[in-house]
Nanobody
């Protein structure tokens, strides 16, 4: 069992930046690929980014590629998402998730554990 807790969300103006964090409570964190997903009101959950166990491989959705960076610090059991050039359409609840099914899974059914999510709101 992996317990995940996101932080760092908030309200930011269009063009601004935020860094999300996802803290894992277990030392087995390095054994999992990690991902970020988001869900806007009335929309389905959407893949944002994923990172492999050691952080050597990453994957991004086309909508965030070049603006967001996913990273991890296995010594701190923490996952990050650095978001820049934010747009109003990035507004959503962002959740982190852990997977042992692939290096950089980009589909939510491939993830076994989920955090509660943190709200990101981008004003125009």
């Amino acid at each position: 069992q992996v317990h995940l807790a996101e932080s760092g969300g908030g309200l930011v103006q269009s063009g601004g930046s935020l860094r999300l964090s996802c803290a894992a409570s277990e030392s087995t964190f390095p054994n999992y690929a990690m991902g970020w997903f988001r869900q806007a009101p009335g929309k389905e959950r959407e893949f944002v980014a994923a990172i492999s166990w050691l952080g050597k491989r990453t994957s991004y959705s086309d909508s965030v590629k070049g603006r967001f960076i996913i990273s991890r610090d296995n010594a701190k059991n923490t996952l990050y998402l650095q978001m820049t050039s934010l747009k109003p359409e990035d507004t959503a609840v962002y959740s982190c998730a852990a997977s042992q099914r692939g290096a950089t899974p980009n589909s939510s059914p491939l993830y076994e554990y989920w955090g509660q999510g943190t709200q990101v709101t981008v004003s125009s």
